[in-house]
C-alpha cells in the first residue's frame, strides 16, 4: 500500500486541508495523525474492520484496547452507557487536552475498539489538527500511538514513516508533538478513581477536581520481579524499548557520570560503542560514547518531549549498550520514569542509596 504523506501547518491552516484525510476514515481507512501528547493511528471507532487494520498495522496484541478520541463532550454520552458527574467535572477542567477516561461503555463501541472490554477510554485533544480532523471526519476516532507494537512511542511523522509507512493510508506532518508523552489515564469505573496511566495532567491537579484519586499499583512499580499485572492492558506489555539494552544509573550525579565514563570505557576497549541518555546540564562531563541530550533538568516538559525521539535515535548509532540518567520523583518526573523504566525492562543501577539524580 501506498502511504500519503499530508503536510499541515498548524499555525495556519484550512479544513479543505483535513478534507481527504477525513474522507479516508469516514470509509474505514486509517490515517496516522499529531495529537499534542504523540502522534495516533486513528480509524472510525465503530467500525470492527477499521479496528481490526489498527491492531494489524501496529502488530498489536488484540486485547489492548483503542482510545477513542473525540471532538465534542456530548460524545460522551453517545460512547458510555452512564457518565458520571466526574467525567463531567474532569471534561471542564481538562478537555479538549491531554487526559484520557475510563467509562463503561456503550453498545454502540465494539468489543473490537475496547479489545474485549465493557469499558471505553476517551479523549478529547487539544491539537487543532487532532480536533479539525475528527470534527470533519464526522466519526469518532479510535486511535492508538502510531508506532510499531513494542516501540517508543512516536512524537514526529518521521517516526510514524520509520514504523508505519506502507502500511496505512495516510500520515499527517503536523510537526513535533508539544507534550511528547501519552495522556493520563483515569478509570473512573470504579468507587476510587485510579490513574492507570501516569502523563502530563498530574495526580495533584486530578484530586482538586476529583477530591480522592489513587495510582493503580502497576504505574509505581520499580522493579521487573514485582509481579503486579496493570489494570490497563497495555501497560504490561513490554514498551519503548530500544535495539540495545538500556540501563538506568541512580546515585549521585557526578557518580552518576564516573561510572558511565568508566563503562564506555571499558566497552570502547571491547570495540563495542556506549549510548548516553544525558541533559543540557552533564552532557559535557561524558568523555566518551555517543551522548544524546534528551532535554534540560531544569525544564522536565523538554525531557518529557524529547524522551522518545531520544530512544529512538538510539536504534540508527549501532550503540551496543545504553545508560540512563534518572529523573527527579516530581509530577511529571513519575510519567517520564514510568515510559524510561519501561524502556529500560526495570534495570536501574542504583550507586548509592541517597539519590541525587
Ligand atoms: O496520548 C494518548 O493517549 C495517545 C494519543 C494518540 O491520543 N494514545 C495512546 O494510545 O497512547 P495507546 O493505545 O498507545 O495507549 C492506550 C492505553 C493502553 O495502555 C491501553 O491498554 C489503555 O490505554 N486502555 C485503553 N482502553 C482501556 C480500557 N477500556 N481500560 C483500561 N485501559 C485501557
Ligand atoms: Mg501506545
New binding site residues.
Partial sequence: MKTEIVKINRAQFEDFELFSAAERLRVGGLVAFP?E????LGGNAFDETAAARIYAAKGRPSD????V?IADTEALTELAAEVPEAAYRLAEAFWPG?L?M?LK?SDKVPKAT??G?N???I?M?ADEIASALIRLSGVYVA????NASGRP?TTKAEHVIEDLDGKIDMIIDGGASEIGL??T?V?LTGEVPLI??P?YINAEQLAEVLGEVRFDEAVLKRSASENIVA?????KYRHYAPKAPLYIVEGKSDEVIRYINAEAVKNAAEGRITGILATEETKKNYTGGMVFCVGERANAASIAAGLFDTLRSFDETGVSVIYSESFADNPLGTAIMNRLLKAAGYHIIQLKQDEDI
Avoid at 501528547?37 to 495516533?40: A, E, K
Fill in positions: 495529537t501528547t504523540v502522534y495516533g489492548n484496547p483503542l482510545i478520541h491531554p484520557t475510563i461503555k475496547t479489545g472490554l469499558t471505553v477510554a479523549r485533544p486511535a492508538p500511538s502510531a512511542s501519552e495522556s489515564i478509570d492507570l496511566r502523563g489494570k490497563a492492558p497495555g501497560m
